[in-house]
């Protein structure tokens, strides 16, 4: 099955400051997503995105299919932007998807 | 929309006991998924639905573990002789169409067995 990696494990920032997190994966994906999870909340979808670059408010994701890797950029941090941060992929077409450990990230005002 | 709808919330059952957990997905979804998550091992997909027909269950431990999906509306999650290690939050999601689009999941239930 596929390996998902997610750099860095966890993430401190200043309210305000930019953050970068990746996710590697070993095969190519038919299909990606990144999720975020509130503390002892559900697991929301924020992008569905297998190629290419797409935006919603603060976020952008961008991911290169033929490098097996994706981003995740949240620009102009804010508190409420703490918690973690999964990709997942699925490259069986079945929509099984593999999830990566998550970036916990923290931003402190 | 109440979003995909998981019950109990919390469940708490000793070493060999039964546990039955419900899900239900946004109406007019027809995918359904189970996932486990533990801190140790992350999110593991177990098992999937397509309208009503199991799909995938390649994550299923085979032997204490199944799932049903008897109508449109509801699945659940049996767990027969609960072990500790099978501690853990099941989180349920469901999709359009099961064939490539976003995953809504549910709140999980949390499983603790003593």
């Known amino acids: 099955g596929q390996q998902v990696q997610q750099s860095p494990a966890s993430l401190v920032l200043q309210e305000g400051e930019n953050a970068e997190l990746q996710c590697n994966f070993s095969?190519?994906?038919?299909?990606l997503q990144w999720f975020y999870q509130h503390p002892g909340g559900r697991l929301v979808s924020l992008f569905y995105n297998p190629s290419g670059t797409k935006h919603t408010g603060r976020l952008t994701s961008t991911t290169v299919t033929n490098e097996r890797r994706s981003s995740l950029h949240i620009s102009s941090s804010q508190t409420t932007d703490s918690g973690t941060y999964f990709c997942a992929i699925d490259d069986t077409g079945y929509q099984n998807f593999y999830f990566g450990k998550g970036t916990s990230l923290t931003v402190i005002p | 929309n109440a979003g995909v709808i998981q019950t109990p919330r919390h469940k708490v059952t000793g070493k060999g006991q039964e546990a039955t957990l419900w899900c239900e997905p946004i109406?007019?979804?027809?995918?359904v998924f189970w996932y486990r998550q533990t801190i140790v091992q992350g999110l593991e997909f177990l098992t999937y639905?397509?309208?009503?027909?199991?799909?995938?269950d390649s994550g299923m431990p085979k032997e204490r573990f199944s799932a049903q999906m008897p109508n449109q509306s509801h699945s659940t999650l049996k767990i027969q002789s609960t072990q500790p290690q099978d501690s853990a939050v099941y989180l349920c999601a469901s999709s359009l169409t099961g064939k490539g689009e976003r995953l809504f999941f549910g709140h999980g239930t949390k499983l603790s067995v003593l």
């Open positions: 639905f397509r309208n009503q027909a199991p799909i995938d």
């Open positions: 109406s007019g979804h027809s995918a």
């Open positions: 095969s190519t994906a038919t299909r």
